[in-house]
């Protein structure tokens, strides 16, 4: 059985830091692009960063960019999103996510239809 199992969220002051964490297990996705989505109340989920399977290519929102970083440890089939400079609208249940189509660009991996696993996400609330 396929499973994502995300941690790290929490409570956190503006301008604070969190690093969020996406254990996969049940089949290795370390061929695969990982991505993390974010969701607030009464809004769609929206992208928030992806990576390929090598690292090689990352991929930003513009609005978290300069502030989030994703990474992935291939060995341990984890994916990492370091959040820092945190704002309030930053606060949103954080999910991630692996596609099994490989090979694909920025405009794809920004897809959340494109994404066939998902994990049950975790709440990151970031205080004024």
């Known amino acids: 059985q396929v499973q994502l199992i995300e941690s790290g969220g929490g409570l956190v002051q503006a301008g604070g830091s969190l690093s969020l964490s996406c254990a996969a297990s049940?089949?290795?996705?370390?061929?695969?692009?990982m991505g993390w989505f974010r969701q607030a109340p009464g809004k769609e989920r929206e992208f928030v960063a992806a990576?390929?399977?090598?690292?090689?290519?990352?991929y930003y929102a513009d609005s978290v960019k300069g502030r989030f970083a994703i990474s992935r440890d291939n060995a341990k089939n984890t994916v990492f999103l370091q959040m820092n400079s945190l704002k309030p609208e930053d606060t949103a249940v954080y999910y991630c996510?692996?596609?099994?189509?490989?090979?694909?660009?920025?405009?794809?991996?920004?897809?959340?239809?494109?994404?066939?696993?998902w994990g049950q996400g975790t709440q990151v609330t970031v205080s004024s």
């Open positions: 996510a692996t596609s099994l189509s490989t090979l694909k660009g920025s405009y794809y991996y920004r897809q959340s239809r494109n994404y066939d696993y």
């Open positions: 049940g089949r290795s996705f370390s061929n695969y692009a």
């Open positions: 990576i390929n399977w090598s690292g090689s290519s990352i």
